[in-house]
T-cell receptor, first 113, second 111 residues
């Protein structure tokens, strides 16, 4: 499976600010996804990051709040904009290398004060 | 859209006993069913998966069964060990890679 890294691994931010999370893969992958995992909860898909076009967002998530970029087949960013304490969560990217299986990055633990 | 339900939410077993976690799904188009194990503070790790053309799959102490007609699938862990303690998530996915996760099961294996 691909080696996936995320930066930062954790951060503490003030409300009203924005944070950009990076996801880097060591090989080209077909699809990249962004998930949110609130404390003690399951994984919720935010959006599919499409290479060269706008991301596909799930119900309840909008581009203005979670802008996503995917400039190539190995890299994507998720920005959490105008943060509030409710955005405190773990944000995970995942990748699909051609089949159905998704592999997860280590996650970014975000705390908003 | 797909809805995945998972039971139980918590499960405590004695070391050496078996553990069974059950999931149901709603979308008959789902054809791929992975199981992930997530240890505290770590990323979800794929432990086993099954596709809709197979009824059962086994990998050492772990097995998964799928009943397409009833739309349910189960994870079976035999001879449990303390290191099996974690949160387990089931998921269901369609060909469009639209993957939905269950709520998770916190498994505790007591030595």
């Amino acid at each position: 499976s691909a080696v996936i890294s995320q930066k930062p691994s954790r951060d503490i931010c003030q409300r009203g600010t924005s944070l950009t999370i990076q996801c880097q893969v060591d090989s080209q992958v077909t699809m990249m996804f962004w998930y949110r995992q609130q404390p003690g909860q399951s994984l919720t898909l935010i959006a599919t990051a499409n290479q060269g076009s706008e991301a596909t967002y799930e119900s309840g998530f909008v581009i203005d709040k979670f802008p996503i970029s995917r400039p190539n087949l190995t890299f994507s960013t998720l920005t959490v904009s105008n943060m509030s304490p409710e955005d405190s969560s773990i944000y995970l990217c995942s990748v699909n290398t051609g089949g159905e299986t998704q592999y997860f990055g280590p996650g970014t633990r975000l705390l908003v004060l | 859209g797909e809805n995945v339900e998972q039971h139980p939410s918590t499960l405590s077993v004695q070391e050496g006993d078996s553990a069974v976690i059950k999931c149901t799904y709603s979308d008959s188009a789902s054809n791929y069913f992975p199981w992930y194990k997530q240890e505290l503070g770590k990323r979800p790790q794929l432990i086993i998966d099954i596709r809709s053309n197979v009824g059962e799959k086994k990998d050492q102490r772990i097995a998964v069964t799928l009943n397409k007609t009833a739309k349910h699938f189960s994870l079976h862990i035999t001879e449990t060990q303390p290191e099996d303690s974690a949160v387990y998530f089931c998921a269901a996915s369609t060909q469009d890679n639209d993957m939905r996760f269950g709520a998770g099961t916190r498994l505790t294996v007591k030595p």
